[in-house]
C-alpha cells in the first residue's frame, strides 16, 4: 500500500482537516492545526508531504522519526502541529487497514469509557453560575472555565475577589462535589497566582490549569507550595523532551498534552506513558473537531492514567459550527453520565462527512485568537 494524494480542508469554526488517500482506497483524516494560525500549519503539512507521497503509510514511526529528526530544527507548535495531524491520519489507515480501531494496535483497551467535561463561560467569564447548573442537568459531572480576566503581574485585590466569588458561583450551583477545572489560560502571573490559589482552595477543584505560562514552568515550585490544589499544564508543550523537566522537578499533577499540536497519537502516548512514571495524571487538551477528539479518546483508552477528557462541544469558540457537525453518525460521541464510550470502529473510530467538509472549506475561516490590552495600554495575555 503507498500513499498517493492528499488534501487540506479549512472549515469553520477554527479547524483544519487533512484527508490522505492511499492507492488500495483506505482514507485517513487528521487534524493539524493551532488555534489561529491554521494556514501557517497547512503550509508545513504541505512540505511534509512531500516525503510521504509513494510511502507505505503502515511504517508510522519511521515516518514520525523522519518528519521530526530529518531536518536541523525541530520542535515547535507549528512543526508539531503538522506531524501531529499527518500522523493522526497514518494511524487512521492503520486501522482500516486491520480492520481494528487505533486502540487495539497501541496493546488493547485498559478502559471502556472516559469521563469528560464541559466548558463553561467563555474567553471573559460571565453567568458562569447559570451555566454550571445547566452543564449538571445536562449530565456533566466536571466543568471548567476561565478563571479570570486579565491580570498585571502585580494586580489589585479587587480582581483576585472577583475571581473567587465566580468560583464560589459555580460551586454553589453545581453542587458540593462536581469537579471544577479553573483556567489561569496564562493570564496569571506568579505573585498574583499564589495568592489566587491560596484563595480558591475553600471551593475545592479538579485543578487549576496553566497558573503560569509553560516557559515559567519553574514557578510552579513556589505555587505548589502556597496550595493544595492539583495542578496541570502543558497544552503549550510540544514533545517529550519538553515535558521531561517538568516532570523530573515534581510539581505538576496533571499533564495535558493535545494530541493535534504534540506530534500526535504517537508522541502523546509516550509522553502520557513517560508520566505515569511520576505518578502524575493526564487529561488531554481537546478544544477542537471531531478527529482531535477520536485520536485523543484512542489514546486514552490505552493510558491507565488518562483520569479526564476535554472536548469541545457547546464550546464558545463554535458558534456556527460543532463538534458533531462534520460526522456523519454522532452517537459516537454520545455522553451518558458524564462519560462518553472509546470509538471501537476501525481506525479513529469516526466517519467523516466529506461532502459537508467540502461544503464548509468553502467558506473557511481566518479565526484569530482576541488581543487583550491593560487600562495603561499594555498588552495583556489572553
Not at 10 to 27: A, C, M, N, S, Y
Not at 211 to 217: A, D, G, I, R, S
Amino acid at each position: 500500500m503507498k500513499i498517493t494524494s492528499y488534501e487540506l480542508f479549512q472549515v469553520p469554526p477554527r479547524w483544519l482537516f487533512l484527508k490522505i488517500e492511499t492507492d488500495e482506497g483506505i482514507i485517513g483524516w487528521g487534524e493539524p492545526v493551532i488555534e489561529g494560525r491554521a494556514e501557517t500549519v497547512g503550509t508545513a503539512v504541505k512540505e511534509l508531504m512531500e516525503y510521504l507521497i509513494g510511502k507505505d503509510p503502515l511504517r508510522i514511526e519511521d515516518h514520525w522519526n523522519y518528519m521530526y529528526r530529518s531536518g536541523f530544527y525541530r520542535g515547535g507548535p507549528i512543526f508539531m502541529s503538522a506531524i501531529a495531524g499527518i500522523d493522526q491520519a497514518l494511524w487512521d489507515i492503520k486501522g482500516k487497514f486491520y480492520n481494528a480501531p487505533v486502540y487495539q494496535l497501541l496493546g488493547g483497551a485498559c478502559r471502556d469509557s472516559i469521563r469528560v467535561y464541559s466548558w463553561i463561560g467563555g474567553d471573559r467569564p460571565a453567568e458562569v453560575g447559570s451555566s454550571a447548573k445547566a452543564a449538571v442537568e445536562a449530565g456533566f459531572t466536571a466543568i471548567k472555565m476561565n478563571g479570570t480576566e486579565e491580570l498585571q503581574i502585580i494586580d489589585s485585590y479587587e480582581k483576585i475577589d472577583q475571581a473567587v466569588e465566580r468560583i464560589a458561583a459555580v460551586r454553589e450551583a453545581a453542587g458540593p462535589y462536581v469537579g471544577i477545572g479553573i483556567d489561569f489560560h496564562g493570564r496569571v502571573h506568579k505573585p498574583m497566582a499564589k495568592i489566587l490559589a491560596k484563595e480558591l482552595e475553600a471551593y475545592r477543584p479538579m485543578f487549576i490549569e496553566e497558573p503560569v505560562l509553560p516557559e515559567n514552568n519553574e514557578a510552579l515550585r513556589e505555587i505548589a507550595r502556597a496550595t493544595n490544589i492539583p495542578i496541570a499544564t502543558g497544552e503549550r508543550m510540544f514533545s517529550r523532551w519538553e515535558y521531561k523537566n517538568l516532570l523530573m522537578d515534581g510539581y505538576v499533577d496533571i499533564i495535558q498534552p493535545d494530541l493535534s499540536h504534540a506530534g500526535g497519537i504517537t508522541e502523546c502516548k509516550k509522553i502520557i506513558s513517560m508520566a505515569e512514571a511520576f505518578d502524575v495524571a493526564a487529561a488531554p487538551h481537546c478544544p477542537l473537531g471531531p478527529i482531535a477528539l477520536a485520536s485523543c479518546l484512542q489514546v486514552d483508552a490505552t493510558c491507565h492514567n488518562a483520569f479526564i477528557q476535554e472536548q469541545s462541544l457547546g464550546i464558545h469558540y463554535n458558534q456556527g459550527s460543532d463538534l458533531l457537525d462534520y460526522i456523519v453518525d454522532n452517537r459516537v460521541f454520545k455522553y451518558e453520565n458524564g462519560y462518553v464510550k472509546i470509538p471501537d470502529g476501525p481506525g479513529l473510530g469516526i466517519e467523516i462527512n466529506e461532502e459537508h467538509v467540502r461544503k464548509m472549506a468553502e467558506i473557511g475561516h481566518n479565526w484569530r485568537n482576541p488581543v487583550w490590552r491593560h487600562t495603561d495600554g499594555s498588552i495583556a495575555e489572553w
